[in-house]
Structure formats: structure tokens, C-alpha cells
T-cell receptor
Framework: DAKTTQPTSMDCAEGRAANLPCNHS???????VYWYRQIHSQGPQYIIH???NNETNEMASLIITEDRKSSTLILPHATLRDTAVYYC?????????????FGKGTLLTVNP | GAVVSQHPSWVICKSGTSVKIECRSL??????MFWYRQFPKQSLMLMAT?????????EQGVEKDKFLINHASLTLSTLTVTSAHPEDSSFYIC????????????FGQGTRLTVV
């Protein structure tokens, strides 16, 4: 079973920031938080990942709470092409312990 | 990000025949590859994990004799669906990572299999 909880769906206006929450209250100390998204009928696309510190790249920012029990993915300026299912996954990054188990994710719909 | 290529993108086969799906890492060494299956309106389900040169590790409930996985090189893994039946129709997706440097996993574009 997935070790994360996400809202089933969210809406966002084009040009606004999209904030996608994720709860991972049972995360262990060596597990990272990974975010992927899947646009309909395509393979998942890697977005970002982090361990403790907040992370930012060209796609998004990842905010992880101090206790690491939850995180938020932020798309700063959502576009229509960001409409997708967003998956939050926790996994150990090391060797044979690395396994991405997908939950149901959040369907983000960006509206014009 | 790194590029993972799957081939074919879609395939239609007759019931009882076998189908091979290829997964290639184009610009990195894929020490570990993963195969997933996704049914309509459902999430991805991990089928198996393979390390280059080793036998694949299958998830519970996945028949290893039906879904043959070969990972003979650092850039190629194949999934063969043997004696395919209509219930095997699904979206099959591979992903790959370089476990030696603990990179994240990158996914192929998926293969839509339809068994008629």
C-alpha cells in the first residue's frame, strides 16, 4: 500500500500557484519524498524530490515540514499543460530498498 | 531529465501469442529497471524489479512465467507477455535508474497492449 495520502482532486486557475499537499506521517528517517506527474496516457514524469530541506528546480518547489510528516508541491505559475495526476511517493533512495509505490494521486485540473 | 524509451508505443496481438516490449535508457546506465502495469482509471502497479545481470524480483501476485523479464545490459530491459489473453490488455510502463549514483527513476512513455 502507498504510504502517502493526497486529496483526490484539486482545481487551479491558470497563472496562479498550485499547492498540492501530501501526508506521509509514517515516513522513516532514510526515506525521500518524490513527486511525479502523469499526463493522460503517458508515462510518469519526474518533478522533484527531497529529504529534509526544501527544494526548488525549474518545474516546482517542494516544501517539507520540519517533522517530515507532510509536504507540499508548489507549481508557481500553473498552465493548462500542468493538468495531470500528481503522485507523492516516499522511498528509500538506496539500492535495493528503492521502490516507487504509486497511490491514487491528485488530479490537478488547471482552468483557463 | 534522463531519457527512457519504450517500444512499441502500442501493440495489438491475438490471444495466445507472445508480445515483447523493450525499454531502453538512452543517456545513462540503468542498473535497475522497473516494470509497471496500469489499468484504465487506476494507478500504476509495480510488477517487477530487475537489476542488470540478475533475475527479476516479482511483486506478489505477478506470474513470473507469464511476464518474462530480461535485463541483460545496462541500457536495455525487455518484458515478454507470454500466451497473452484479453485480461492482459493494459498500459505497460517501464522505468529506469542508475542505482550506483542513487538517481531518481525516469519513466518510458508506456506501451498500450490490446489482446484480441
Amino acid at each position: 500500500d502507498a504510504k502517502t495520502t493526497q486529496p483526490t482532486s484539486m482545481d487551479c486557475a491558470e497563472g496562479r500557484a498550485a499547492n498540492l499537499p501530501c501526508n506521509h506521517s509514517t515516513i522513516s528517517g532514510n526515506e525521500y519524498v518524490y513527486w511525479y506527474r502523469q499526463i493522460h496516457s503517458q508515462g510518469p514524469q519526474y518533478i522533484i524530490h527531497g529529504l529534509k530541506n526544501n527544494e526548488t528546480n525549474e518545474m516546482a518547489s517542494l516544501i517539507i515540514t520540519e517533522d517530515r510528516k507532510s509536504s507540499t508541491l508548489i507549481l508557481p505559475h500553473a498552465t493548462l499543460r500542468d493538468t495531470a495526476v500528481y503522485y507523492c511517493i516516499v522511498s528509500d533512495s538506496g539500492g535495493s530498498n528503492y521502490k516507487l509505490t504509486f497511490g491514487k494521486g491528485t488530479l490537478l485540473t488547471v482552468n483557463p | 531529465g534522463a531519457v527512457v524509451s519504450q517500444h512499441p508505443s502500442w501493440v495489438i496481438c491475438k490471444s495466445g501469442t507472445s508480445v515483447k516490449i523493450e525499454c531502453r535508457s538512452l543517456d545513462f546506465q540503468a542498473t535497475t529497471m522497473f516494470w509497471y502495469r496500469q489499468f484504465p482509471k487506476q494507478s500504476l502497479m509495480l510488477m517487477a524489479t530487475s537489476n542488470e545481470g540478475s533475475k527479476a524480483t516479482y511483486e506478489q501476485g505477478v506470474e513470473k512465467d507469464k511476464f518474462l523479464i530480461n535485463h541483460a545490459s545496462l541500457t536495455l530491459s525487455t518484458l515478454t507477455v507470454t500466451s497473452a489473453h484479453p485480461e492482459d490488455s493494459s498500459f505497460y510502463i517501464c522505468s529506469a535508474r542508475d542505482a550506483a549514483v542513487n538517481t531518481e527513476a525516469f519513466f518510458g512513455q508506456g506501451t498500450r497492449l490490446t489482446v484480441v
